[in-house]
T-cell receptor
Framework: GDSVTQMEGPVTLSEEAFLTINCTYT??????LFWYVQYPGEGLQLLLK?????DKGSNKGFEATYRKETTSFHLEKGSVQVSDSVVYFC????????????FGKGTKLSVIP | NAGVTQTPKFRVLKTGQSMTLLCAQD?????MYWYRQDPGMGLRLIHY???????AKGEVPDGYNVSRLKKQNFLLGLESAAPSQTSVYFC??????????????FGEGSRLTVL
């Protein structure tokens, strides 16, 4: 079945450091890929997405590129801020006719001033 | 803007008790979902619905039942609660187009503890 593997946290960085959170997937066909964020005490919110190979999703300074050859969708940000200290979830949606997102286990990021 | 509202937000049950979690959305979305979130496990889909009067099983449906009698509401029931059902439950919804593109709108969660 479909699965998403993301790096385990927590990840601790200093403010303005470069962020990479690795995400790899296993799925049949050509899934769409997503990064969601979860703020404390809240539900998840979509951060960015990519629907086909070589697409780059971007939002709020975060980027991720859909790499079919390595089945990866790593999240990056050039300079993190304290306000980026939340939990990040990688997810995939199998192709047409599927309505079920498959989530990774989540990576908690802590950014220290 | 209410979006997706879950009630109750917190509940403590004893083993064997029953309860219902209510999810209401005011966005006229067709698709609704119930997930559970456990430490180190991410989110796992319990049941989902692609329209009023329809429901389907997700990844971890055992011990739960659902109903979608009205388009805006999606109920999750536990008939006989077990400690293994201690979790945070999230409801989500999406429009037909958003379901295809993968954007779900989540409620704030309901924290359930079963003693």
């Amino acid at each position: 079945g479909d699965s998403v593997t993301q790096m385990e946290g927590p990840v601790t960085l200093s403010e303005e450091a470069f962020l990479t959170i690795n995400c790899t997937y296993t799925a049949t066909g050509y899934p769409s890929l997503f990064w969601y964020v979860q703020y404390p005490g809240e539900g998840l919110q979509l951060l960015l997405k990519a629907t086909k190979a070589d697409d780059k999703g971007s939002n709020k300074g975060f980027e991720a590129t859909y790499r079919k050859e390595t089945t990866s969708f790593h999240l990056e940000k050039g300079s993190v801020q304290v306000s980026d200290s939340v939990v990040y979830f990688c997810a995939l949606l199998r192709g047409a006719g599927s309505y079920q997102l498959t989530f990774g286990k989540g990576t908690k990021l802590s950014v220290i001033p | 803007n209410a979006g997706v509202t879950q009630t109750p937000k917190f509940r403590v049950l004893k083993t064997g008790q029953s309860m219902t979690l209510l999810c209401a959305q005011d966005m006229n979305h067709e698709y609704m979902y119930w997930y559970r979130q456990d430490p180190g496990m991410g989110l796992r889909l319990i049941h989902y619905s692609v329209g009023e009067g329809t429901t389907a099983k997700g990844e971890v449906p055992d011990g739960y039942n659902v109903s979608r009698l009205k388009k805006q509401n999606f109920l999750l029931g536990l008939e006989s609660a077990a400690p293994s059902q201690t979790s945070v439950y999230f409801c989500a919804s999406s429009s037909g187009r958003d379901a295809v593109t993968g954007e779900l709108f989540f409620g704030e969660g309901s924290r359930l503890t079963v003693l």
